[in-house]
């Protein structure tokens, strides 16, 4: 994958998670930050930080993002959480808009 | 700045201005008249796009995942409720959506509501039988509350409201039919004052009680319907200037009470049903006013001059006994809302300038044939219209039918009307919902064609109602047209298989079908095809059945919830539940327990029908459904040719793979 295509995702502690542009674009907070005009940083370097979120939650988030493409294109399975990632999970996805 | 804003218009948009232009005059409706193709191709390129739009799914959010997950069971909320620092910071929204679904599925327990007390801010728990001091102890601790709905509540008693009084943020309360709850209790609720909304009916209180509440000046909505304020009580909340919303249905307010009104100057909505108020004062602000079962001589009588734009009006069952007189004082341009049902007028020309008027119930008044002129009056706002047990005639909807163009919701059940009615109603095209049981309909016009295929322009019709009437089983044929047909309801005994064969394929989006009281045979229910997406059949009265076909029937299709008198609630429970959506799992090894579970509905009815926390995640109650300690076995109810018959229905032909899928009362007794 070209690096164009993809997006870095950095963790509070510093973990990076590189995905592909069209999925981390599920999330709404993102889509926003790579695509307003004028240009956030983050669109420039293609890079963004949470430094609220997590290395565990955050990957969690990354394979929702594949989930939820393969679920928009007819693969419906379930989706698992772990029970002590909820309540975390649950706050980065409100500040995410997923 | 607000004015600014309301003063930057928006621009109509393009398609707006289209239609505006296309339907100007007449010259230019003949310009694109044969324009046909056009028209009926750019439908279907919307249908197109709606085909393509559905096709691709979106998949549910991640924070409802999360929601859903978090309350799946009570494990998995120990494992989370000790996170207490991210319970803390947890978005109130969030929190209450999380709370909302553990209510729901009945995960909730006194001590659990610790960990929402700094997050939460609306709490429902209307119906809660269990909700006693404990929980209010736990919910007194809530600081950031800002709604409580305790409605029918029946435990909560005057002791167990005390925690309350530390809940200053509380803007709404709901105390309705709390029984329990008398004077003694609502001084516990005086301790906020802050309080905007309460709702109060059918409490323990009492005139005295109601005069307390004179403290709560921020008031806005107070509901004390059932509760017996006297003139005197009400008096004394002349304090509570901003209040909008009053309720005081069956009170003992009188003429002199309702005089007091005045003092409300923000008052909106008003109900005073089963009072005896008769007169009520100049209120220019009301907007919605109920005087149900009063016995009205004047609405907002007054010096004043000015009519009142009163836009919902409900007299159900109210003596009226001059309308003209009693309306004079209130703007009819404005009203969009008039239920007249049951009341004894006689004159109905006050309905002449109700322009606006888009809900009219006139069912059980005096309407008849020789009044619907006034009716014709009111004209194309109207979208509901019940007729229902008056002395309507077909003539009479004959004048009506041009009148109402608009009209979604028509009834005219317990009238004289008949077949030659059904051209007429047919030019209503919007109808949406239409009722006609308990009417002379036959389904075929003086001249032997079906009648019901007048009504095939109602290409929108969602639910029809044709029970109790005399249509036969072919007459039924027409309603192949109804393409949108989702609920259609039959009783009646001239129907029979070939009635219910009628319906087999045309109907695409039929979910509800009812065939009641119909001479239906085994083989004919077996024949039946319904459509993908039916949810209930209900053959109730339908005799000739046999459990066991219906059974069979039910596995068949295992979507389908069948109400018949011999297994009332057999289609929703729970051997169905397996194979709703991704939880298919348990389907195949629970196959051979439905011929035998079907024999004992009625402990299927009590146990896991009326488990509130069904759907799609009832499989809690499917797994214990072997465990249920009455067993009959249906094979003693049969004689052995019957038995031998049944070696070649469908559910014979399962295998048996192993002891293990037998239930264990079988397996039991194949070891002794």
Request: net charge neutral; glycine share 6%; hydrophobic share 40%.
């Given at each position: 994958?070209?690096?164009?295509?993809?997006?870095?995702?950095?963790?509070?502690?510093?973990?990076?998670?590189?995905?592909?542009?069209?999925?981390?674009?599920?999330?709404q907070?993102?889509?926003?930050?790579?695509?307003?005009?004028g240009?956030?940083a983050?669109?420039?370097?293609?890079?963004?930080?949470?430094?609220?979120?997590t290395?565990?939650?955050?990957?969690?988030?990354?394979?929702?993002?594949?989930?939820?493409?393969?679920?928009?294109?007819?693969?419906?399975?379930?989706?698992?959480?772990e029970?002590?990632?909820t309540?975390?999970?649950?706050?980065?996805?409100?500040?995410?808009?997923? | 700045?607000?004015?600014?804003?309301?003063?930057?218009?928006?621009?109509?948009?393009l398609?707006?201005?289209?239609?505006?232009s296309?339907?100007?005059?007449?010259?230019?409706?003949?310009?694109?008249?044969?324009?046909?193709?056009?028209?009926?191709?750019?439908?279907?390129?919307?249908?197109?796009?709606?085909?393509?739009?559905?096709?691709?799914?979106?998949?549910?959010?991640?924070?409802?995942?999360?929601?859903e997950?978090?309350?799946?069971?009570?494990?998995i909320?120990?494992?989370?409720?000790?996170?207490?620092?991210?319970?803390?910071?947890?978005?109130?929204?969030?929190?209450?959506?999380?709370?909302?679904?553990?209510?729901?599925?009945?995960l909730l327990?006194?001590?659990?509501?610790?960990?929402?007390?700094?997050?939460?801010?609306?709490?429902?728990?209307?119906?809660?039988?269990?909700v006693d001091?404990e929980w209010?102890?736990?919910?007194?601790?809530?600081?950031n509350?800002?709604i409580?709905?305790?409605?029918?509540?029946?435990?909560?008693?005057?002791?167990a409201?005390?925690?309350?009084?530390?809940?200053?943020?509380?803007?709404?309360?709901?105390?309705?039919r709390?029984?329990?709850?008398?004077?003694?209790?609502?001084?516990?609720?005086?301790?906020?004052?802050s309080?905007?909304?309460?709702?109060?009916?059918?409490?323990?209180?009492?005139?005295?009680?109601?005069?307390?509440?004179?403290?709560?000046?921020?008031?806005?909505?107070?509901?004390?319907?059932?509760?017996?304020?006297?003139?005197?009580?009400?008096?004394?909340?002349?304090?509570?200037?901003?209040?909008?919303?009053?309720?005081?249905?069956?009170?003992?307010?009188?003429?002199?009470?309702?005089?007091?009104?005045?003092?409300?100057?923000?008052?909106?909505f008003?109900?005073?049903?089963?009072t005896?108020?008769?007169?009520?004062?100049h209120?220019?602000?009301?907007?919605?006013?109920?005087?149900?079962?009063?016995?009205?001589?004047?609405?907002?009588d007054g010096?004043?001059?000015?009519?009142?734009?009163?836009?919902?009006?409900?007299?159900?069952?109210?003596t009226?006994?001059?309308?003209?007189?009693?309306?004079?004082?209130?703007?009819?341009?404005?009203?969009?809302f008039?239920?007249?049902s049951?009341?004894?007028?006689?004159?109905?020309?006050?309905?002449?300038?109700?322009?606006?008027?888009?809900?009219l119930?006139?069912?059980?008044?005096?309407?008849?044939?020789?009044?619907?002129?006034?009716?014709?009056?009111?004209?194309d706002?109207?979208?509901?219209?019940?007729?229902?047990k008056?002395?309507?005639?077909?003539?009479?909807?004959?004048?009506?039918?041009?009148?109402?163009?608009?009209?979604?919701?028509?009834?005219l059940?317990y009238?004289?009307?008949?077949?030659?009615?059904l051209?007429?109603?047919?030019?209503?095209t919007?109808?949406?919902?239409?009722?006609?049981?308990?009417?002379?309909?036959?389904?075929?016009?003086?001249?032997?064609?079906?009648?019901?295929?007048?009504?095939?322009?109602?290409?929108?019709?969602?639910?029809l109602n044709?029970?109790?009437?005399?249509?036969?089983?072919?007459?039924?044929?027409?309603?192949?047209?109804?393409?949108?047909?989702?609920?259609?309801?039959?009783?009646?005994?001239?129907?029979?298989?070939?009635?219910?064969?009628?319906?087999?394929?045309?109907l695409?989006?039929?979910?509800?079908?009812g065939?009641?009281?119909?001479?239906?045979?085994?083989?004919?229910?077996?024949?039946?095809?319904?459509?993908?997406?039916?949810?209930?059949?209900?053959?109730?009265?339908?005799?000739?059945?046999?459990?066991?076909?219906?059974?069979?029937?039910?596995?068949?299709?295992?979507?389908?919830?069948?109400?018949?008198?011999v297994?009332?609630?057999?289609?929703?429970?729970?051997?169905?539940?397996?194979?709703?959506?991704?939880?298919?799992?348990?389907?195949?090894?629970?196959?051979?327990?439905?011929?035998i579970?079907?024999?004992?509905?009625?402990?299927?009815?009590?146990?896991?029908f009326?488990?509130?926390?069904?759907?799609?995640?009832?499989?809690?109650?499917?797994e214990?459904l072997?465990?249920?300690?009455?067993?009959?076995?249906?094979?003693?109810?049969?004689?052995?040719?019957?038995?031998?018959?049944?070696?070649?229905?469908?559910?014979?032909?399962?295998?048996?793979?192993g002891?293990?899928?037998?239930?264990?009362i079988?397996?039991?007794?194949?070891?002794?």
């Amino acid at each position: 994958m070209k690096k164009e295509e993809t997006v870095k995702l950095i963790s509070a502690e510093g973990f990076e998670f590189v995905v592909s542009k069209e999925a981390a674009m599920v999330s709404q907070t993102i889509r926003n930050m790579l695509t307003s005009p004028g240009g956030f940083a983050e669109a420039q370097h293609g890079e963004v930080t949470f430094p609220e979120i997590t290395a565990p939650i955050l990957e969690k988030i990354c394979q929702y993002f594949y989930w939820s493409l393969q679920f928009a294109s007819g693969k419906e399975t379930e989706f698992h959480i772990e029970p002590e990632l909820t309540l975390e999970l649950m706050m980065a996805a409100n500040y995410l808009h997923t | 700045m607000e004015k600014k804003q309301s003063k930057r218009k928006t621009s109509p948009s393009l398609a707006n201005l289209c239609i505006e232009s296309a339907s100007s005059s007449r010259e230019i409706v003949e310009t694109w008249r044969r324009q046909k193709q056009l028209i009926s191709k750019k439908r279907g390129n919307k249908k197109k796009m709606e085909k393509k739009q559905s096709k691709r799914k979106t998949s549910p959010s991640l924070a409802n995942l999360c929601i859903e997950s978090a309350s799946s069971s009570r494990e998995i909320v120990e494992t989370w409720r000790r996170q207490k620092r991210t319970l803390e910071r947890l978005p109130s929204h969030l929190a209450d959506a999380l709370f909302r679904r553990l209510r729901h599925r009945r995960l909730l327990y006194p001590s659990l509501l610790e960990v929402f007390q700094h997050c939460v801010e609306e709490v429902d728990l209307s119906g809660e039988s269990s909700v006693d001091a404990e929980w209010m102890a736990y919910l007194g601790g809530f600081r950031n509350l800002r709604i409580l709905k305790l409605s029918d509540c029946r435990s909560l008693n005057n002791h167990a409201l005390w925690p309350v009084t530390g809940l200053d943020g509380l803007k709404e309360l709901d105390l309705s039919r709390c029984s329990k709850v008398t004077d003694a209790g609502i001084k516990h609720v005086l301790s906020i004052p802050s309080l905007e909304k309460l709702f109060a009916s059918e409490t323990g209180m009492s005139a005295e009680g109601v005069k307390a509440l004179s403290y709560f000046t921020s008031l806005r909505t107070l509901d004390l319907g059932g509760i017996p304020v006297t003139d005197k009580a009400l008096g004394s909340l002349q304090s509570l200037a901003g209040l909008e919303y009053l309720d005081l249905w069956g009170s003992e307010i009188s003429n002199n009470g309702a005089a007091l009104l005045e003092n409300f100057p923000r008052l909106n909505f008003l109900n005073l049903a089963w009072t005896k108020v008769t007169v009520l004062p100049h209120l220019p602000s009301v907007t919605t006013l109920n005087m149900s079962n009063c016995t009205v001589h004047a609405l907002f009588d007054g010096e004043s001059k000015t009519r009142i734009p009163l836009s919902k009006l409900l007299l159900t069952g109210a003596t009226i006994v001059d309308p003209s007189e009693v309306l004079r004082n209130v703007e009819a341009s404005c009203m969009t809302f008039l239920d007249i049902s049951g009341s004894s007028t006689c004159n109905f020309s006050f309905l002449v300038n109700m322009r606006r008027l888009e809900h009219l119930d006139l069912s059980s008044s005096n309407m008849s044939g020789s009044l619907i002129d006034d009716l014709a009056h009111v004209g194309d706002n109207l979208r509901y219209l019940n007729l229902s047990k008056t002395k309507i005639t077909s003539e009479a909807i004959a004048l009506l039918a041009g009148h109402v163009s608009n009209l979604e919701t028509l009834s005219l059940s317990y009238t004289a009307i008949d077949d030659a009615s059904l051209p007429y109603i047919g030019m209503m095209t919007s109808l949406r919902t239409l009722d006609l049981s308990h009417t002379g309909i036959q389904g075929f016009l003086s001249d032997k064609t079906f009648s019901l295929i007048e009504l095939q322009n109602l290409s929108i019709l969602e639910n029809l109602n044709l029970e109790e009437t005399l249509v036969r089983d072919e007459a039924l044929y027409p309603l192949a047209f109804f393409r949108e047909l989702k609920c259609l309801y039959l009783k009646s005994n001239n129907l029979s298989d070939i009635a219910l064969q009628a319906l087999s394929s045309p109907l695409p989006n039929l979910q509800i079908l009812g065939f009641r009281g119909a001479v239906l045979t085994n083989s004919g229910l077996l024949l039946y095809s319904p459509s993908p997406v039916l949810r209930t059949l209900d053959l109730r009265g339908c005799w000739l059945l046999t459990a066991d076909v219906i059974s069979l029937f039910c596995k068949h299709h295992p979507r389908i919830e069948i109400r018949h008198d011999v297994n009332s609630a057999i289609g929703s429970s729970s051997f169905q539940n397996p194979s709703k959506g991704p939880r298919a799992r348990h389907g195949g090894e629970k196959l051979l327990e439905v011929p035998i579970l079907v024999g004992m509905n009625s402990a299927i009815g009590s146990s896991s029908f009326q488990n509130p926390s069904k759907g799609p995640r009832a499989r809690h109650g499917g797994e214990k459904l072997p465990e249920v300690p009455i067993f009959v076995d249906e094979r003693i109810k049969y004689v052995r040719e019957e038995l031998l018959d049944l070696r070649f229905s469908p559910l014979s032909n399962l295998t048996l793979q192993g002891r293990e899928m037998l239930p264990t009362i079988l397996r039991k007794e194949s070891d002794a």
